[in-house]
């Protein structure tokens, strides 16, 4: 009995494995039109594309650029809309963003996520921080906070939104 268990548990196993490996049986696989691709082509050479997605007549690749997770946006006729690159920490951050950010309402909140967006009208620096070491354990659920700050290249804030 146990040794046919163990075989209906593999069985079940493989074939969800095999629906998952399959393009087609993933939910929310896009194929870009040729001209989104030639796009992603000319601009990052040789990049091997992990995902494709659509939202609103953008089309985003996600895949990997000088060692760090890349996504590139782009509208349906080719033209490049914006490209996001991670950022581990904020050290690496230029240093008017960084300065700005100490010098700011934000300087204690911790920092999520870092982001650098760079687009056809400049690059800002997007900081996804929470107010979590302000707080102590009796408020840590009440007061939370989450907020992306923007920083463009001189070090001004931007824009803030709420989370």
Known sequence: ????????????????????????????????????????????PNVQV????????????????????TYAYYSADGSWKATEVSMKWSWNLPEKVRQAWRHSDFAAWYPMDITR??????????????????????HSQIDHCEYVIFFNENGELVRKDAK
Request: with cysteine; proline share 6%; net charge positive.
């Open 117 to 138: 967006i760079e687009t056809p009208d400049g690059i800002l620096y997007a900081l996804h921080v929470n107010n979590s070491p302000l707080l102590d354990s009796d």
């Open 50 to 69: 992990r995902k494709w997605a659509e939202k609103q007549d953008t089309y985003f690749a996600c895949f990997r650029w000088k060692g760090k997770k």
């Open 1 to 44: 009995m146990k040794k046919l268990i163990i075989l209906i548990a593999i069985a079940l196993f493989c074939k969800s494995m095999i629906a998952q490996a399959h393009p087609a049986a993933a939910s929310n696989a896009v194929e870009p039109p040729q001209a989104v691709m030639t796009a992603l082509a000319a601009r990052f």
